[in-house]
């Protein structure tokens, strides 16, 4: 599900780039990428590593997967190493596996934004006139005006 979800959230990065990108040292300014390096939320004995998938955009469904599972039980073995740790531009955190409806994403800095997904439930959500099950995602950013962060959650994760 968690590669379904960073797919999804890929495609809204290339129309809303300004969320993959990072601030300056100082942070007076953004530094814009060409692409995203993707920083995944890994909860460990340890606490919440993000490990990255450098150049994500590029990677099929598959090999998104498979980079997925790699990241996570590397973090979860503590074998990550700290250069493994470095360099996103966005962090998908995908908490619903823990029974978590919502939370407020704490965006890994320097990055700019961080999207979180709750756990998909059954819960009457209505699209386009049809009903659809519902996820409770949260999406924060201190670049953008919630226009920006509001389209790459619309246009992720349905909401």
Known sequence: MTALL???VLLALAEYPV???????????LISFDGVNLGIAADTERGLLVP???DA???????LDA??????????????????????TFTLNNYGGLGVDGSAAIINHPDVAILGIGRIIERPWVVDGAIVPGASPSCRSRSTTGCATAGTRRDSCGA
């Open 6 to 8: 960073a797919r999804f």
């Open 19 to 29: 969320l993959a990108s990072r601030l300056s040292e100082t942070a007076e300014e």
């Open 52 to 54: 990255v998938i450098p």
């Open 57 to 63: 955009h590029t990677l099929t469904i598959e090999q």
């Open 67 to 88: 980079a997925l599972r790699e990241v996570a039980a590397t973090a979860r073995a503590g074998t990550m190493p700290p250069e493994r740790l470095r360099g996103s």
